[in-house]
């Protein structure tokens, strides 16, 4: 696939306080790529810089292959879905999704029977002539992703699209976006805080914390390969054990040594040891790895989180099995329920 | 409960008194035009004579036009130019706005005398000759400061992602502008516009003190003829007051009925 977006060593400053410090990524064509990461950790920022509404204070954004750093927000093959909407409160919900077409000066024909067809897409026909302050805010994000989607661009940038919809509608917004982006061919770059919908949706997942990258990859070399404690505590439910590597495919945690699938750490590196609640299966005391009580239960819908007391650490178990407080039980999980990390450099 | 009655029987006839304090003596102007005598004070019967002589009159139809002319070209500069200052100040920073903000509300506080004989000195020392220009330029000065003051409330209100948005969407700055900033603070702009007119209008201070050449507003007419005893003043400052009344009719009555017509196409729309 062929690169269409280059950051190169994004710095960002806003009155002394470093809010992107050193990005570089790559985002192909007809990629589906999502920015994840906690509130305030420079999402926006970086949207912002690529849509050309602010400028980075060091580093170069390459579009196509050519620096695009002094182009106006206006002359870029971008459209932003804002995170706020942004719709323009003066217009119908037409004109608003009609506004990119009439400042190209489309024919007034093609301009209504595309912006039909987005209303029937983001599912608000028989919505043209009302007025955009008198919607609910799940219907103007909507009106919002059909104004940015009509001008059929080259990328799309949403800004949480889907922050004000309630569960199910958002569930279906998720499945049609991902739809529109495999039928349009477009670049996505989406923005969310919200891990599940990172996982569901996305080609590539960068997970961003406090202005930097922490890993970027497919959904599941994300989930089953963190890189680091802040990934496998961010993406998921995870327990996180200190341990020391002994050679490869042998780690020492809890006083006991265990077979795992990790190789390439120094002999006795200290390291970060991550099991996931749903890997660790609940067994007769004496067949367990690991022997504690259980220290209390929660019901979570589809499973019970028990919460198992150990002589170190407690952990987090997640299983669909019944189970009471207070009983003694064995812990059991396959080597390859191991992640082993290496202690960050930057903590 | 008599306190009460009694309370309110002095604020009415306070309220009344005030208002027949106010607008008796134009009443009474307004009454005395139609005068069929020449008496200012002795009423002779209906006529509109004074009104004839008015329209008769070349140097009262000059004062008009200039009146009339001076208020529009003031109107029109004064609210182009107050809009951009208030879109540029609110997009700069916080100290710099206030200062502007403040500069800016010193002029309508200022006595007019003081406005005026500024302005004298200021023309007289670039050595601009006193007429048309002048008294033009001078409108458009004090009117501008009254539409900053409308429009900046507009712009505070305003969502500060829609310019971006519209960008976005291809539009250049200007186009922006023009399609979304600007219909969003219409109201500010339109009510900023209305007082700009009706300051310039019915000034007369500072008008007096920057004109020359002959060239005369209404205002400075009146003066002049004030002197001498004429009711055909009276019929002016009539047509005068109407005008004042209907602009100020106008600022207030417009933008109720504006939503009232929202309102209404709302609910219109309402039914599907
Ligand atoms: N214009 C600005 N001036 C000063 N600081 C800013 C500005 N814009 C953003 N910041 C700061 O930069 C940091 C990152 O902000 P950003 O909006 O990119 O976060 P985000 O990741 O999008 O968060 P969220 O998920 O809450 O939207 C924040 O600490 C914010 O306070
Ligand atoms: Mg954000």
Redesign the interface.
Known sequence: MRELIQFRNIVKEFDGQLVLKGINLDICENEFVTLLGPSGCGKTTLLRIL???IEQTEGEVYFDGIEISNV???KRE???V?Q?Y?????MNVFDNIA??LN??KENKDVIKQKVTKMLKLVGLE?YE???VT?MSGGQQQRVAIA??LV?EPMVLLLDEPLGALDLKLRKEMQVELKKIQKEVGITFIYVTHDQEEALTMSDKIVVLNEGEIQQIGSATDIYNEPENEFVAKFIGESNIIDGIMLDDYRVVFFDKEFECVDYGFHDNEPVDIVIRPEDIDIVDVEKGMIKGTVKSILFKGVHYEIMVETEHEDLKVHTTDVSEVGKEVGLSFFPEDIHVMSKMAAY | MIKNKTGKFISNVYLIAMLIFMYLPIIYMCVFSFNSSRSLTRWTGFSTQWYERLFSDYTIGEAVYYTVLVALLATIFSTIIGTITAIGLSKSRYVIREIITNINDLPMMNPDIVTAIGMMLLFASLGLEKGFMTMLIAHITFCTPYVILNVMPKLRGL?P??A??????????F?ALI??IV??IAPGIMSGALIAFTMSIDDFVISYFVTGNGVKNISILVYSMSKRLNPTINALSTIMVSIVTIVLVLINVVPVINAKM?NK??SE?GN?
């Open positions: 849509g050309g509404f106006p927000p206006y971008i459209n932003t804002f706020r942004a719709l323009f409160p003066h506004f990119g400042i190209k028989g002539n009302r007025a008198q104004r940015a001008n | 969502d992602n829609i971006e948005a519209a960008m976005d969407l291809g539009a250049t700055p186009q399609q979304v219909p969003q929202k196409k709302i729309e599907y």
